[in-house]
């Protein structure tokens, strides 16, 4: 007994000429009292089991593939890193403002920004991975929830919801690489397992209301913002535009006209026919003797020849995204842009998509139907339709349902990628004058391959009994 006392003092020495010798202050200017407490702290230990039991299995799988995944791979972690250094730092800091807030997550900030711009780089055979990872690193901000005004959901709700944005990119990882290379499958596995169950098992027993703050602790304040040169004042704001005014409106009859009675009124104040010339009966046409009817052939080629040469330009619409009568979204002639949100939406609404190429919509809520039309090379994200989801006239589209579908309709499509949900594999799937349309379905377990069932393209009619037999032609070989 009186030998593990010992000890116990003794390690209590060696902790507290650490601390003399180290000045006591951490990386980020906090003091370090307690630093042994924190590394012990029951959250921060689950934290390293969840980089131990989910973390090492991203690097490991990273590390088989080796080149930019690897590279995208490490900045992943050095975000997780940053953020148990923040949850470290939050049990000894009170709770800032927005504006301390932002400045106590910019070093979580900066490691994303770095994994955004290698998303946005194009000519990458690795663009889904980026996109995945980009994605998914937004689950982390569920640091940043104060409060249910804070305009974000629930932590662990917000896990789930980043995720599923993430998951349409690492479902096409998987999908890519199902025959190709089993290590980027099992990188793409093992990044959906870092989030779930890893990080909203960890959210979900240790913070589900959000970080807990030191109200006795260290005050964050936000950076400085930078002093005018030479010591000259700074310039004053300029005034707002004046769009309204609370100022009384004057009398009609003290203030000049303005639309179309200004334009009258200007009209009728000048004579608008003074210079002008009189026709006489020799100006006439039917008078004139230097004209006649018949065309010559070479007046006809002069004239005709600058419509054939004369390229046409197609006009294209200006891009849209707006809800119409506050019944219709209309997302229109959008190219090339992959972060199209739909997010305050409800049951009684529609979504119709038109004309757009190489970007990808989302829908975060319940809608009444959803239509693309005219697209090629469209990606959609959905949870829940009411009645149905459409597409018409489309190439190359690919859509995941997250939720429910009871209706989806295929009409004169080539080339579409249909990912099912659990809860909408019910739904009742027509197609018409459409090739290449392919359903993935999850599989059996969680861990499971998704698993691609291509819908038939040809059919056999035979009569029998009075009347014609269908049936899809089946391919065998000897």
């Known amino acids: 007994m009186e030998g593990k006392l010992v000890e116990r003092l003794e390690a209590a020495v060696a902790r507290l000429e650490a601390l003399a010798a180290g000045g006591g202050i951490s990386a980020r200017g906090l003091p370090d009292s307690g630093g042994d407490d924190m590394s012990s702290?029951?959250?921060?230990?689950?934290?390293?089991?969840?980089?131990?039991?989910?973390?090492?299995?991203?690097?490991?799988?990273?590390?088989?593939?080796?080149g930019q995944v690897l590279d995208v791979s490490k900045l992943l972690l050095k975000a997780f890193s940053v953020e148990k250094k923040l949850l470290m730092e939050?049990?000894?800091?009170?709770?800032?403002?927005?504006?301390?807030?932002?400045?106590?997550?910019?070093?979580?900030?900066?490691?994303?920004?770095?994994?955004?711009?290698?998303?946005?780089?194009?000519g990458s055979e690795f663009i889904n991975h980026f996109k995945s990872?980009?994605?998914?690193?937004?689950?982390?901000?569920?640091?940043?929830?104060?409060?249910?005004?804070?305009?974000?959901?629930?932590?662990?709700?917000?896990?789930?919801?980043s995720w599923q944005a993430a998951e349409f990119y690492n479902n096409k990882v998987l999908v890519e690489y199902k025959t190709k290379d089993p290590n980027h499958v099992e990188w793409a596995?093992?990044?959906?397992?870092?989030?779930?169950?890893?990080?909203?098992?960890?959210?979900?027993?240790?913070?589900?209301?959000?970080?807990?703050?030191?109200?006795?602790?260290?005050?964050?304040s936000a950076a400085p913002?930078?002093?005018?040169?030479?010591?000259a004042p700074a310039p004053p704001c300029p005034p707002p535009a004046s769009h309204f005014t609370s100022e009384p409106s004057k009398a009609s009859s003290s203030q000049p006209k303005q639309g179309m009675s200004a334009v009258f009124q200007e009209l009728s104040s000048r004579n608008v026919t003074a210079g002008l010339r009189k026709v006489t009966d020799d100006m006439k046409a039917k008078n004139r003797t230097d004209r006649t009817g018949v065309v010559s052939t070479s007046e006809k080629q002069t004239s005709s020849t600058p419509s054939t040469t004369t390229p046409t330009v197609k006009k294209v619409a200006?891009?849209?995204?707006?809800?119409?009568?506050?019944?219709?979204?209309?997302?229109?002639?959008?190219?090339?842009?992959?972060?199209?949100?739909i997010d305050d939406c409800d049951a009684k609404q529609s979504v119709y998509v038109f004309g757009c190429k190489d970007s990808v919509l989302q829908i975060q809520g319940k809608v009444n139907n959803i239509t693309l039309d005219k697209c090629t090379k469209?990606?959609?994200?959905f949870k829940d339709v009411v009645a149905a989801f459409e597409i018409v006239n489309c190439n190359g589209v690919e859509a995941q349902c997250q939720g429910s579908a009871p209706t989806i309709s295929v009409d004169n499509t080539s080339g579409a990628q249909l990912y099912l949900s659990k809860d909408s594999l019910e739904a009742a799937i027509t197609t018409a004058k459409s090739i290449d349309i392919n359903v993935l379905v999850p599989g059996a377990t969680s861990d499971a391959d998704w698993a691609e069932h291509p819908l038939p393209q040809q059919y056999i009619h035979v009569y029998k009994n009075g009347q014609f037999e269908t049936s899809p032609v089946s391919h065998s070989g000897a």
């Open 225 to 231: 913002s930078k002093a005018p040169q030479s010591g």
């Open 90 to 122: 939050i049990k000894q800091t009170q709770k800032p403002d927005m504006a301390g807030l932002a400045e106590f997550l910019k070093p979580l900030n900066e490691v994303i920004m770095k994994v955004n711009s290698m998303a946005e780089a194009r």
């Open 378 to 381: 469209m990606g959609v994200l």
């Open 189 to 220: 596995k093992a990044l959906k397992e870092l989030y779930l169950p890893g990080l909203r098992g960890y959210v979900k027993s240790h913070y589900p209301l959000g970080p807990v703050w030191n109200a006795s602790g260290k005050k964050v």
């Open 41 to 66: 702290d029951p959250s921060i230990v689950a934290f390293d089991d969840l980089m131990d039991q989910y973390a090492a299995k991203v690097s490991g799988a990273a590390e088989k593939i080796g």
């Open 318 to 341: 200006p891009p849209k995204l707006e809800l119409q009568m506050g019944r219709k979204w209309a997302v229109e002639n959008h190219i090339g842009n992959k972060n199209l949100v």
């Open 133 to 161: 990872a980009v994605e998914s690193l937004s689950a982390l901000a569920w640091i940043a929830y104060t409060g249910k005004d804070c305009g974000m959901s629930m932590p662990i709700a917000h896990v789930e919801e």
